[in-house]
């Protein structure tokens, strides 16, 4: 299995879970067509993209562990106070995993309920 199947895999789990194409786009800073070309595995990400998406497929699992599936790209896209009114997919995109993650591990230890 080479380098490209496996973030093809990947790319392709995220948007099982409701994650769009557009969506990848906004947190790693790639075009759509570059994501779309990660998915059919033409092409792996470069070094910056793959990072970014890494990230994004670490909160994507921590979210999917947390919240029903459905609810994690709602929640990937909704506005959030803590970030400054910021979409999380925003955010990551703009190298604010850190923030990110720690909204995430609010969640994960039920500060919330």
């Known amino acids: ?3 490209a199947t496996v973030y093809a895999d ?4 995220v948007r099982s879970l409701g994650v769009e194409t557009g969506d990848i786009a906004t947190a790693t800073g790639a075009g759509v067509g570059t994501v779309t070309s990660w998915a059919r595995a033409t092409r792996r990400p ?3 993209f793959r990072n970014r998406l890494l990230e ?3 909160i994507v699992d921590r979210l999917s562990r947390t919240m029903a599936a459905d ?3 709602l929640w990937l896209n909704k506005p959030l106070p803590a970030l400054g009114d910021e979409r ?3 955010a990551l995109g703009n190298g604010r995993y850190k923030d990110v993650s720690r909204l995430v591990a609010e969640l994960e ?3 919330f309920s």
């Open 46 to 48: 470069s070094a910056e």
């Open 10 to 13: 990947e790319v392709k789990r």
């Open 71 to 73: 609810y994690v790209p």
């Open 88 to 90: 999380p997919l925003t």
């Open 56 to 58: 994004l497929i670490a």
């Open 1 to 3: 299995m080479g380098a």
């Open 109 to 111: 230890n039920d500060s």
